[in-house]
């Protein structure tokens, strides 16, 4: 009955292996950060470009807005190319990666004013609709689609951000458990149980839109 | 299983991370409560809902401007930051680690071995006649500041006599015996019968109070004369 979700889910996407996997050999950045340690310039323009567009993606979900998100995702790698030398290999370099745009992101909505300022421009943004890329089949399932995101993501600007950044790194980003319990410094238990909570707020937040994609009215 | 139970495993539940029993539980549970079903139902779609986000990319290419900003010379560690992460350096376990198996190293070694600590507590050749000023009430004493080795020997042997320690503290006299600091000794009936009584001796200062009279103490080679100087407190002879 439920296995569908998990067949498709961040477990199944990340493999199971992720979740024993020591924290080091298998980092496929590991050559590139050596090389920037080192001083080579070149390496670490390779990681942010292997980066950016996850970084920009978490940001995104997090703030709401596009031109913010590639803001503080500019922000997040200077942050990084400043504090690179505390990475101490311990874990993988992505999952330090996401622990600095995750504090970036959290430290960008404090500076908003604790999320009330935030709230008026996404409720802006949902009336004109947020842009977001993608590549829709048809012009109207695209404008169905994109009002769907657009509530969802003003659902998710509803969640404060000590559930929200879990439940984004989990069912958007794929993310496994243990991967972001290391980015949140959590344990594993509590991330999951956030997860769960953050869950089930959404469900009360988007309340219609749930009910009308489950009835078929509206194919999200 | 109640109903609260299974709320709180709901999303367990569609991530098949219960149990075969808990999910069975949850399961018989759904048959009966049309609540708890019709959550599960939104949840799912809540679920569905937040991974058909499609992928964004950035309009703008991010690491180019981050170059940039890092050739115009953002993004350099400032001297705070280098400090800090000196320290951290500092305090990892690679680091920290060693440093504590030495210094427990060290410690057992000063419970099973306590007179290495007497190499730093006390100068080895200071006059012993410092010693005797500040032991007021002996200088009186009869001193044998040269005797013969089985002078000595007999001085300990003797159960009336009581040998005086002056300085340095009588573990490093027996340091200095052991290692062949007063060679007159090796292999003499002194050295043998010294060693077990140094063992139950004390360290003492130079300062008085001295011990009581019948504990028999040693005292350091004495710099005139290469070996032991031996004091009688009382029946010496």
Known sequence: MGHEIAERGPLARAGAEMAVRPAREDDPDLELVERWKQGDAGAFEALVRRHERRVFRLLLRMLGNPAEAEEVAQETFLNLHRHGHRFRQEARFSTFVYRVAANAALNRRRAIGRGERREQELARQQQGGVEVPSQPLDPEAAAASTQVRARVQAGLAKLSPALRLPLVLYDIEGLPYGEIARVLELAEGTVKSRIHRARMALREILGGLVRETETGRIDA | ?237
């Open chain 2, 1 to 237: 299983m109640n109903h609260h139970d299974v709320r709180a495993r709901l999303s367990e539940y569609l991530e098949g991370e219960l149990s075969l029993r808990q999910r069975a539980l949850v399961d018989a549970h759904l048959d009966a409560c049309s609540v708890c079903r019709e959550e599960l139902g939104e949840l799912r779609v809540t679920v569905r809902l937040l991974r058909g986000f499609e992928d964004a990319a950035p309009r703008t290419a991010i690491a180019d401007a981050v170059m940039d900003r890092i050739r115009a010379g953002e993004g350099a560690p400032s001297w705070w930051s280098r400090l800090t992460a000196q320290l951290e350096e500092l305090t990892q376990p690679r680091v920290v680690r060693p440093l504590v198996v030495c210094a427990l190293g060290l410690a057992a070694l000063l419970v099973v071995r306590p007179e290495i600590m007497n190499v730093w507590r006390s100068p080895v050749g200071a006059p012993p006649q410092a010693v005797r000023a500040r032991a007021p009430g002996l200088s009186d004493l009869p001193v044998a500041s040269a005797p013969a080795p089985r002078a000595v020997g007999r001085a300990l042997g003797a159960p009336s006599a009581d040998v005086v320690a002056e300085r340095p503290p009588v573990r490093r006299v027996w340091r200095h015996v052991g290692t062949g600091g007063s060679l007159e000794f090796r292999g003499d009936p002194v050295y043998r019968h010294v060693r077990p009584l140094l063992s139950r001796v004390p360290v003492v200062n130079e300062a008085p109070p001295f011990p009581s009279p019948g504990w028999p103490l040693m005292m350091g080679p004495d710099p005139g004369a290469g070996f032991p100087s031996v004091r009688t407190v009382s029946g010496g002879r």
